[in-house]
């Protein structure tokens, strides 16, 4: 059965930082693309940034390319985002998703798996 | 940067009754579309892929169709478990763009 846990959400200060956390099983770790897709109170989903498991590359929304970084764990099958200079706005759900690779080039994959997400507060 | 619209951004609908939910992209995405179903504190679930593919699991209720710059879901039956918030998301060009969802609420 395939599973997502996120873990590391929680009420941090603008400017501050935090790490999420997306342990998988279930599946095989490498073959697919690992994604968090964020959800702001009341709000729609966001795509937030993508890691290729098997080759390691990543993307970013521009609204976080900068602050944000995912990297993973292959014997660990865990990917971690990095987060940092958190603004107001980043205050979301943070979704780990699972990614199927539907062709050739960036953003090519729909997310078949996600997790029940943790809750990302900036405020003061 | 793909735009994706969801029409309309709420549909009331009686139980038993057919549900038509339309999304557009602002260009071609071919069949590059997936639509998901989320429910009130729940994460969102893939109902259909591809434009018309259904997921593993989802109920011959649901339905896609559609390709290039439109596309439609379509509930033929609606139970009480498929009211919700439906979102459609592109995946032809980089970045992945998600619509701003169609919530179907009970008449």
């Known amino acids: 059965e395939v599973q997502l846990l996120e873990s590391g959400g929680g009420l941090v200060q603008p400017g501050g930082s935090l790490r999420l956390s997306c342990a998988a099983s279930?599946?095989?770790?490498?073959?697919?693309?690992m994604s968090w897709v964020r959800q702001a109170p009341g709000k729609g989903l966001e795509w937030v940034s993508s890691?290729?498991?098997?080759?390691?590359?990543?993307s970013y929304a521009d609204s976080v390319k900068g602050r944000f970084t995912l990297s993973r764990d292959t014997s660990e099958n865990t990917v971690y985002l990095q987060i940092n200079i958190l603004r107001a706005e980043d205050t979301a759900i943070y979704y780990c998703?699972?990614?199927?690779?539907?062709?050739?080039?960036?953003?090519?994959?729909?997310?078949?798996?996600w997790g029940q997400g943790t809750l990302v507060t900036v405020s003061s | 940067e793909i735009v994706m619209t969801q029409s309309p951004a709420t549909l009331s609908v009686s139980p038993g009754e057919r549900a038509t939910l339309s999304c557009r992209a602002s260009?071609?995405?071919?069949?590059?579309l997936a639509w998901y179903q989320q429910k009130p504190g729940q994460a969102p679930r893939l109902l259909i892929y591809?434009?018309?593919t259904r997921a593993t699991g989802i109920s011959g209720r649901f339905s896609g169709s559609g390709s290039g710059t439109e596309f439609t879901l379509t509930i033929s039956s609606l139970q009480s478990e498929d009211f919700a918030v439906y979102y459609c998301?592109?995946?032809?060009?980089?970045?992945?763009?998600f619509g701003p969802g169609t919530k179907v609420h009970i008449k």
């Open positions: 998301h592109q995946y032809n060009s980089w970045p992945p763009g």
């Open positions: 998703a699972r990614g199927i690779v539907a062709g050739v080039g960036a953003g090519k994959y729909y997310f078949d798996y």
């Open positions: 890691l290729r498991t098997s080759g390691g590359e990543t």
């Open positions: 279930g599946f095989t770790f490498s073959s697919h693309v």
């Open positions: 591809g434009a018309s």
């Open positions: 260009q071609s995405i071919s069949s590059d």
